[in-house]
């Protein structure tokens, strides 16, 4: 096949992508930050083009983390190979990035671990199945609170469910569900970070969370799980909520004004 015959074949291929555009759009938190497809510019504008939105009207492609919360808003199977290519957005319109279905993860839950020695360390099979990779060497502890990513029935035992289960002090487990006690899952976003009333100590106690020795720095449009609120002691039309962050950077506390509540 000559040069121009070879580019012609690739022509076609991206002229055939076939762009699902989810509605409502899905949110999901990225599991492996490391598999970012910045360069590949041409599949991004053909995703955009799907949207009605011309290449040069974005800004320039911003970085995610792990466990960071975004919105998948187009998908498209990817021209030269098997996995599923979804354009995703960050909040407050920060930009675009093209990630593999893979890397993402949809929450499906909240759970706490009530009990050690019921993890799975290496099950590849299963990791597989599930569409996540295990954290290698970490350990969950009994208190640690999760978001769960996945279920699967266990293969020789049909009364034992397995969970994946990402804690952000260390990364993403596989458990026996009889080790998890599953909770109501609120997850918010930070609307107004000059909202926050971390460091708190007696109002953390009261909230019964423990705060990071280095209170982490807010920005608008970062993710996590309301775990707790309670009335502030002096202004009783005010409500303070003790947020998880996503990114791994510990609990705050914030006025709940400054929070917009995202139903998954």
């Known amino acids: ?9 690739k022509k076609r291929k991206y002229e055939e992508i076939d762009v699902d555009v989810p509605h409502p759009v899905e949110q999901v938190t990225v599991v492996d930050a490391s598999q970012r497809m910045s360069k590949w510019p041409r599949m991004k504008t053909v995703m955009l083009k799907a949207l009605g939105v011309e290449f040069e009207e974005v800004v320039p492609e911003p970085t995610v ?53 019921q993890q799975y360390s290496n099950w590849a099979s299963m990791e597989e199945k599930m569409g996540i990779k295990v954290t290698p060497e970490f350990k969950a502890r009994i208190g640690q609170v999760g978001l769960v990513l996945a279920k699967e029935p266990h293969p020789r035992d049909t009364e034992i469910q397995v969970v994946a289960l990402q804690i952000a002090e260390g990364g993403v487990v596989l458990v026996k569900s009889r080790a998890i006690r599953e909770l109501p899952v609120s997850i918010v976003e930070v609307t107004d970070p000059l909202a926050r009333y971390t460091p708190w100590a007696k109002m953390a106690e009261a909230l019964g969370i423990e705060e990071p020795k280095d209170p982490p720095t807010l920005a608008a449009g970062q993710a996590g799980i309301a775990v707790a609120e309670k009335k502030h002691f002096n202004e009783p039309d005010t409500i303070v909520v003790a947020v998880e962050l996503l990114s791994g950077a510990g609990k705050v506390m914030l006025d709940k004004r400054g929070l917009k509540y995202v139903k998954y």
């Open 65 to 117: 983390t792990k466990g960071e919360a975004v919105y998948v808003i187009a998908k498209a199977q990817h021209p030269f190979g098997d996995e599923v290519v979804c354009l995703v957005e960050k909040s407050r319109g920060q930009g675009y990035v093209l990630m593999p279905e893979k890397a993402l993860a949809k929450i499906r839950g909240r759970a706490m671990v009530t009990a050690v020695g």
């Open 1 to 9: 096949m000559s040069v121009e015959e070879e580019h012609q074949v």
